[in-house]
């Protein structure tokens, strides 16, 4: 990647930092639950592989909603997010809920994580924030970089197959979150094509095992060399 590259991806990641620290707060309290794919993608792991998840990572862990559903599955689990102020969050969470996890602040683009490091990781409603595509493309490559040979990923985006859209092709767009008090704070998010996403995937270094839509966003399961629906 090259340096105006670079300095574009660091504009972006400051951008989003600032973001979710003026938000976090507020954004935590209404992200109490997993998601169901999420769910059944980690009970799906850790059937496939005995009961023993090993090293997890949570990429825009958030508040560690998903954090603490792969720790409640056995993993090691390390949370990532951008925001310090969720991943203090995280800490709460993990405090409050009596559940053990490392919390590292890091960009999605640029993981700070050795690679061949993480048996299993999440990586859900956080890609659509990166921008340029090259951005988006090079944090699956990061995916794949960290990944152990065998290890498995669940990613997510948002779709032009949300109810809140009317569009038949990929865009860019902004959307608000509104505070307590009525304070807008605009977002940026890159919605996906189903055909756009397979593309990017395709891209990167990952190797999809199985893509769908669900809840208006589309899911992927993917791994490094390991490209087998027949397991799934």
């Given at each position: 990647m090259?340096?105006?590259?670079h300095?574009h991806?660091?504009s972006?990641?400051?951008?989003v930092?600032?973001?979710y ?5 507020h954004?935590a ?8 794919e999420?769910?059944?993608?980690v ?10 998840l ?8 958030a ?5 603490e559903?792969?720790?409640?599955h ?10 310090r ?15 053990c996890?490392?919390w590292?602040?890091?960009?999605a ?14 990586y859900?409603?956080?890609?659509h ?8 493309i090079?944090s699956?490559?990061?995916?794949a970089?960290?990944l ?8 997510s985006?948002w779709?032009i197959?949300h ?17 307590p008090?009525g304070?807008t ?12 996403f397979?593309?990017d995937l ?17 899911y992927?399961t ?8 027949g397991?799934m």
């Amino acid at each position: 990647m090259g340096g105006d590259n670079h300095e574009h991806a660091d504009s972006t990641t400051a951008s989003v930092r600032a973001t979710y620290d003026r938000i976090a707060d507020h954004f935590a309290t209404t992200r109490e639950h997993p998601w169901p794919e999420v769910v059944q993608f980690v009970e799906r792991e850790a059937s496939r592989r005995g009961g023993s998840l090993g090293r997890a990572i949570d990429i825009g862990c958030a508040n560690g909603r998903h954090t603490e559903l792969l720790a409640d599955h056995g993993a090691d689990p390390v949370g990532i997010d951008v925001s310090r102020a969720l991943l203090r969050a995280g800490q709460r969470r993990a405090a409050d809920r009596e559940f053990c996890a490392s919390w590292v602040c890091g960009d999605a683009a640029r993981l700070p994580i050795a690679e061949n490091t993480a048996s299993i990781a999440i990586y859900v409603a956080t890609l659509h924030h990166l921008r340029p595509r090259s951005a988006r493309i090079g944090s699956l490559d990061e995916l794949a970089r960290v990944l152990t040979p065998g290890g498995r990923a669940l990613v997510s985006a948002w779709s032009i197959e949300h109810d809140r859209f009317d569009a038949t092709a990929a865009f860019d767009t902004t959307v608000e979150w509104t505070l307590p008090g009525g304070e807008t704070v605009p977002r940026f998010y890159h919605i996906y094509s189903p055909a756009e996403f397979r593309e990017d995937l395709a891209q990167s270094a990952l190797d999809a095992i199985d893509v769908e839509i669900s809840s208006g966003n589309c899911y992927a399961t993917v791994a490094v060399g390991d490209a087998s629906p027949g397991e799934m």
